[in-house]
């Protein structure tokens, strides 16, 4: 699951996260995605781009 | 010492501290930070889950949400006349009873007190396939963010020293500062460079320009000198939707004071012991 908060400054960035998925499958371009997303901090930025998505992953493990 | 706003909305608020100092300025910073209290959840009781994640990690999750936080209606526990047992002035208790497939939000928190609740409703919690259940109960409390950082009602809190831009008569006007700012602060007029109107306050002190002005070969001297003026500052406050940035800053204004009349009296008590 995508971090609730931002790890460095403690914005909220989880909410924006299904949103930044599906814009970003569809070809958007991710910096162009973060700013209309109001995520103008470094911090933030990175921790939806750099993020992976693997609960689907374990869902079979459990 | 005052203060004037360039800038207050419900979750941001921009301002010029000025005649004050740097002592003043960081625990002005330090008060907001880690001494204006909010409501975060700090006890969870899990009854049933079968969800992927572990009760901790979950437990982690719920307490990272930010909770609207009504200062007037809270006391924290240690205060509160129900000696910690807790009662509705200082707690505030969460259920979640939900079955997958779904997947759980911070929405399908049913608080047992109507004024409380996240600050967003989207916020992922955890996903549920068939077969999953979460049952669980979450008491929040009143706390402050030196205590834990899920107190902290700000998010991007800083300030930094007013910029003071001067530039001598040595300029030629060839632009190299300009070309280098990053904030593009500076503009040729001329047969000189200047501030841009209105930019003076988006400087970052980085003194780039100074260094450009150097490699022209003007000699040891830059043409341009930033400075900046220790008696005035520019503050940014973001709150993480707990408290309004205003509230934020009233009340790290409040505690300050508070802290300071403490230290009068004690003195004042030291003081008249020994006559
Ligand atoms: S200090 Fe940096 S930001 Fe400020 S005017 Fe010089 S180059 Fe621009
Ligand atoms: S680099 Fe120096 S001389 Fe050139 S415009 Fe800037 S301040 Fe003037
Ligand atoms: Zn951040
Ligand atoms: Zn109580």
Redesign the pocket.
Known sequence: MIPVRCFTCGKVVSTAWDEFKERKAAGEDPKEILDSLGLERYCCRRMLLSHKEIIDEQYPYQ | MEIVFGRLDERVAQFTLSSSSVAFANSLRRAMMGEVPTLAIEDIRIYDNTSVLFDEMLAHRIGMIPLKTDLSRFVRKEDCTCEGAGCPHCQVTFTITIEGPTTVFSGDMISDDPMTGPVEANIPIVKLWEDQKLVLEAVAVLNIGTEHAKWQPTIACGYKEY?V?EITDQCDGCGM?VD????N??EVKGQTVRVVDGKLE?????????KACIGTGIGEESA?K?DTDETKFLFVVEGDGSLSAQQIVEEGLRYIRSRSDTLVEALQEISTEGL
């Not at chain 2, 280098?180 to 904030?183: A, Q």
């Not at chain 2, 988006?202 to 100074?210: G, H, T, V």
């Open positions: 910029p831009i500062c280098e700012c990053p904030r602060v500076l988006a400087c970052s002190l980085c003194r780039l320009c100074e341009i930033i």
